[in-house]
């Protein structure tokens, strides 16, 4: 038991001789003093005398292009139950870009769909109430404006999509939740994909890319190596939700179709035959391979061309009328089909519509009407 304290007695003695007294060393590890190099820090590496031509290239367009690009606020007006207070609810948000002086934004659809109000913020951090000027749900497409001065806003450049190359060095901006703008780089991974949008239409020509894009970037855009746009960022495919290194773009040539009608009547003039269809369910369920009319409108493009559609007999029995198996040597085997082709033409234009009629195939000329 002696022995034990006074082991206790040597060890507390000890403790307090080599405990530090000057409350300036408690500080200090313990243990020997170490000057060596790696205590010290490192020497700073000199830069290069100068970046590579890439390099500058890149910050150039990002600097430039960061101008017109926007950070879009979605919300909703909603009423609390208890207070009866009505109040503004963030439910989304996104990216967009200036398309024209006089204001308007171009971006998705998906980041302004259901919103009460939604706010637009430039890149000098200025705020401004946007209004809806036209939407197209089957492209994924929105226009949006705002009162500015036009020294306000810059609208980027306008490239071409139908001679992109795979392989071709592409950015991506976007201002993903109101933070500062990001910039990612890659390449055009492949052309001419199909996805499909919100209205279940399919958005044909889609470019693909590797460059990053996350939800933040939707409606941002996708820009070539000169900064033209060549396409608005809309997809990711990720089952994470994350990046994953397979984005999708709209291609420019048909947001340039379309962003005019937008702004001019508040939605895409769409050419039409003039008829209603029968659904592709039923369609296959009858075992017919192509677009069934199902009525075809009285004094309309269809009519005028002699198109018949199907009708109810004196016994009750709906008789089919005319098939459509192809337009202007296309074929067509769904209705998603033939809207994809009446896409590629304009009112007015005469096209040739190949019909399946009691067992014979006929071709009619139709001139293409307004879609009502």
């Known amino acids: 038991m002696n022995n034990?304290?006074?082991?206790?007695?040597?060890?507390l003695v000890t403790t307090l001789l080599s405990t530090?007294?000057?409350a300036a060393e408690w500080g200090k590890p313990l243990g020997a003093v170490y000057?060596?190099?790696?205590?010290?820090?490192?020497?700073?590496?000199?830069?290069?005398?100068?970046?590579?031509?890439?390099?500058?290239?890149?910050?150039?367009?990002?600097?430039?292009?960061?101008?017109?690009?926007?950070?879009?606020?979605?919300?909703?007006?909603?009423q609390d139950i208890w207070s009866l207070n009505v109040m503004e609810v963030p439910q989304g948000s996104g990216s967009g870009f200036v398309w024209s002086k006089q204001g308007h934004i171009v971006t998705n659809f998906h980041v302004i769909y259901g919103a009460d109000a939604v706010k637009v913020t430039l890149a000098d951090r200025s705020e401004h109430k946007a209004k809806l000027v036209g939407a197209d749900p089957d492209h994924d497409l929105a226009v949006l404006q705002i009162q500015v001065s036009a020294d306000q806003v810059e609208p980027l450049a306008i490239g071409a999509s139908h001679d992109v190359r795979v392989g071709q060095k592409v950015l991506a901006i976007g201002n993903p939740f109101g933070l500062d703008h990001t910039l990612t780089t890659g390449v055009?991974?492949?052309?001419?994909?199909?996805?499909?949008?919100?209205?279940?239409?399919?958005?044909?020509?889609?470019i693909q890319t590797d460059a990053a894009i996350n939800p933040g970037?939707?409606?941002?855009?996708?820009?070539?190596?000169?900064?033209?746009?060549?396409?608005?960022?809309?997809q990711i495919v990720s089952p994470s939700g994350a990046y994953a290194g397979i984005g999708f773009a709209v291609?420019?040539?048909t947001v340039n179709r379309i962003v005019p009608e937008l702004i001019k009547h508040g939605k895409l003039i769409?050419?039409?035959l003039g008829v209603s269809l029968v659904p592709d369910a039923m369609a296959k369920r009858w075992g017919i391979k192509g677009v069934i009319i199902g009525k075809v409108t009285r004094g309309g493009a269809a009519d005028r061309a002699g198109l018949k559609g199907a009708r109810e007999t004196m016994m009750g029995q709906i008789q089919l009328g005319d098939v459509i198996v192809s337009v202007d040597g296309t074929a067509v085997a769904t209705v998603d089909?033939?809207?994809?082709?009446?896409?590629?033409?304009?009112?007015?234009?005469?096209?040739?519509?190949?019909?399946?009629?009691?067992?014979?195939?006929?071709?009619?000329?139709?001139?293409?009407?307004?879609?009502?």
């Open 188 to 206: 055009v991974s492949a052309l001419g994909r199909t996805i499909k949008s919100m209205s279940n239409r399919t958005i044909e020509g889609v």
């Open 270 to 272: 769409r050419p039409g």
């Open 217 to 234: 970037n939707s409606g941002g855009p996708l820009l070539d190596g000169a900064g033209r746009l060549i396409g608005v960022n809309t």
């Open 4 to 11: 034990q304290v006074g082991s206790l007695t040597l060890f």
């Open 35 to 78: 000057d060596g190099p790696e205590g010290k820090p490192r020497p700073v590496t000199p830069p290069p005398i100068e970046l590579s031509a890439d390099e500058r290239s890149t910050i150039t367009v990002f600097e430039r292009a960061t101008k017109s690009v926007v950070f879009i606020a979605n919300t909703a007006i909603q």
């Open 337 to 372: 089909d033939l809207m994809d082709v009446m896409e590629a033409h304009k009112v007015g234009d005469h096209v040739s519509v190949e019909i399946l009629r009691a067992n014979r195939r006929e071709k009619v000329s139709v001139t293409l009407q307004v879609v009502n």
């Open 20 to 22: 530090p007294t000057n």
């Open 251 to 253: 291609p420019v040539d």
